[in-house]
């Protein structure tokens, strides 16, 4: 399931982007409420996990596009 190129197109456009900026969201919320620990944690590793990713899921994307024979035109 996630070697389908559809698959791969929403959690690498939509899905983890969005979860990397809700992240990021959350850690500087909690940064400026005062978990600034937690906050940096969450801003750094929580965030850079999602987005990585999603540049992950779009690189397999291209290789799943790429493999596909019906793509050529006959």
């Given at each position: 399931m996630l070697k389908k190129?559809?698959?791969l197109f929403v959690l690498g456009y939509m899905l983890l982007p969005l979860f990397a900026?809700?992240?990021a969201i959350i850690g500087l919320t909690?940064?400026?409420g005062g978990?600034?620990?937690l906050g940096v944690i969450v801003l750094v590793l929580v965030t850079?996990?999602?987005a990585f990713?999603?540049?992950y899921a779009l690189r397999a994307r291209?290789?799943?596009i790429l493999?596909?024979?019906d793509n050529f035109p006959k």
């Open positions: 190129p559809e698959t900026l809700l992240s909690m940064i400026l978990n600034k620990i850079q996990v999602f990713g999603a540049f291209k290789a799943a493999q596909e024979p």
